[in-house]
């Protein structure tokens, strides 16, 4: 007897009663809501809080589409049912945009990229509870999976501080993560299948743990001497389609490891500093592209 799970957010008793008397299957239930999402040593998780078991248990899944619910839930759960080839309806949901920060880690860990250990839940409420659980430890990264430019981006240094987060921005959905102790990051700007200029972004406010350029840290144009950590933020862009993005990475100094922060899609161009690169290699790109007859490569 095999097992099919039905992840609706509305459901009906009477329907999964008719189910379970014509189905010569076990049929079982849940919702996008009852779903934990975790991202452990870049391998995704699905975990069904309902029947307490993961979703790769399953044999057959069938994801209720409806309207604009739960885009972010379904999309995750999509890519991990695909890379555990766990059969699953309705498969049009692979071919959503990745619209948020935890959708873009799914994406890229299946991919076999490095992205730090994240947690995400469709209720904050239910955050303090998920980090016991996965063994997250303090100070740790709390975001906002649609911010951008720093915003709604703490660092966390305590259950109190985490709770006071959660219900000051209650109607804001988040993202937590393992926090990388650094001093700067990097950006690379992405052109088409080759690397663009590359940037330490350092900040200046040294009470502070985000190093953007908007929030005024400092731009450094630099070279990177590990070619393979160069090739696989070029493929980060490949996989999200993205032909021109700002690829955000994090070198762990302690474990020699790098992480992708974020693929940026609408990379925010100096225009107004010449020392900075990246707006004309950005007009030179397009204008090599519009000559290209190949760029569905």
């Known amino acids: 007897m095999k097992k099919i799970l039905l992840i609706f957010n509305d459901i009906n008793p009477k329907l999964i009663n008719n189910l379970r008397k014509l189905s010569k299957n076990s049929i079982y239930w849940t919702s996008f809501k009852h779903l934990e999402f975790a991202i452990i040593d870049n391998e995704p998780i699905v975990f069904d809080t309902r029947n307490k078991v993961e979703l790769k248990n399953f044999d057959l899944i069938y994801l209720r589409v ?24 309705v498969t049009e949901v692979l071919e959503s945009i990745c619209t948020s920060k935890i959708t873009e880690y799914f994406k890229l860990v299946v991919n076999g990229l490095s992205v730090p250990d994240s947690l995400f839940v469709s209720t904050n409420n239910r955050y303090p509870t998920l980090i016991k659980k996965y063994n997250f430890t303090f100070p740790l990264i709390l975001k906002g999976i649609a911010a951008s430019r720093g915003k709604f981006n703490f660092l966390i240094k305590s259950s109190k501080e985490l709770l006071k987060h959660l219900k000051e921005q209650s109607e804001v959905k988040f993202v937590v993560q393992s926090y990388i102790k650094n001093d700067h990051d990097y950006r690379i700007l992405v052109l088409g299948k080759n690397p663009g200029y590359i940037y330490k972004r350092t900040r200046k406010n040294k009470n502070d743990h985000r190093n953007h350029a908007y929030l005024g840290a ?39 490891k790098y ?39």
Not at 276 to 287: C, H
Request: glycine fraction near 2%; aromatic fraction near 12%.
């Open 66 to 89: 409806w309207r604009l619910e739960s885009l972010d839930e379904r999309l995750c759960t999509a890519i991990y049912l695909a890379y555990h080839h766990i059969k699953f309806i």
């Open 218 to 256: 400092v731009e450094e144009e630099v070279v990177i001497k590990h070619q393979q950590i160069v090739k696989d933020i070029v493929k980060s862009a490949k996989v999200l389609k993205r032909e021109i993005a700002g690829v955000d990475f994090i070198y762990d100094e302690t474990t020699g």
């Open 259 to 297: 992480f992708i922060l974020e693929v940026n899609s609408n990379p925010g161009f100096t225009f107004e500093t010449t020392s900075i690169k990246e707006f004309p290699a950005f007009v030179q790109y397009i204008d090599q592209l519009i000559e290209d007859k190949s760029i569905s490569d």
